[in-house]
T-cell receptor, first 118, second 112 residues
Framework: GAVVSQHPSWVICKSGTSVKIECRSL??????MFWYRQFPKQSLMLMAT?????????EQGVEKDKFLINHASLTLSTLTVTSAHPEDSSFYIC??????????????FGDGTRLSIL | GENVEQHPSTLSVQEGDSAVIKCTYS??????FPWYKQELGKGPQLIID?????GEKKDQRIAVTLNKTAKHFSLHITETQPEDSAVYFC???????????FGTGTRLLVSP
């Protein structure tokens, strides 16, 4: 149980294009989803917290107009990297937390999306 | 806010040996501490977690201990196998913002 699916797993695109990444909880409902960025050999850096039906909360230093997050249902959140540039190349990972359980509940992660901007 | 430190950054053991990874946290209000295993090119996988109302939890070869007074928690892997080789992350839940704060990771290498 507690499977999170992330798509696509790998994307290569030209500078200036926008890229959408999907995160789905397959067997549970997720009130809250999280988006992380991970650089090689480093830890996970939280970008934003996404709550179903409301605006995402972005971490300090993360441009909300650059990284658009939508959490329209209890099983789907999307991250759109707008006008992507080479410095946006990274490994992006989402996670989901079970509905209505508040503090102290597990986050389950997707397998990440490797984004390469040429 | 919460701050988590993790040691060691790398750990090499022989197959069959035990491995211990240690983390400390700063916020005494934190009460949830998960451990994740991340294999190359994949997302983190939850392997075990512990809440502050218990001091130890075990799942087969994996155990986690928590010392709330000292604000540290540890992951113990016994009878290590080559497939245990991965990067392990500890985390603590920031109760104020309900988000996880991760340690810097430990790269575990188990040699046959």
């Amino acid at each position: 149980g507690a499977v999170v699916s992330q798509h696509p797993s790998w994307v290569i695109c030209k500078s200036g294009t926008s890229v959408k990444i999907e995160c789905r909880s397959l067997d549970f409902q997720a009130t809250t989803m999280f988006w992380y960025r991970q650089f090689p050999k480093q830890s996970l850096m939280l970008m934003a917290t996404s709550n179903e039906g409301s605006k995402a909360t972005y971490e300090q230093g993360v441009e909300k107009d650059k990284f658009l997050i939508n959490h329209a249902s209890l099983t789907l959140s999307t991250l759109t990297v707008t006008s992507a540039h080479p410095e946006d190349s990274s490994f992006y990972i989402c996670s989901a937390r079970n509905t209505g359980t508040g503090l102290g509940q597990p986050q389950h992660f997707g397998d990440g999306t490797r984004l390469s901007i040429l | 806010g919460e701050n988590v430190e993790q040691h060691p950054s790398t750990l090499s053991v022989q197959e069959g040996d035990s491995a211990v990874i240690k983390c400390t946290y700063s916020d005494s209000a934190s009460n949830y501490f998960p451990w994740y295993k991340q294999e190359l090119g994949k997302g983190p996988q939850l392997i075990i977690d512990i809440r502050s109302n218990v001091g130890e939890k075990k799942d087969q070869r994996i155990a986690v201990t928590l010392n709330k007074t000292a604000k540290h928690f540890s992951l113990h892997i016994t009878e290590t196998q080559p497939e245990d080789s991965a990067v392990y992350f500890c985390a603590a839940e920031d109760t104020g913002f309900q988000k996880l704060v991760f340690g810097t990771g430990t790269r575990l290498l188990v040699s046959p």
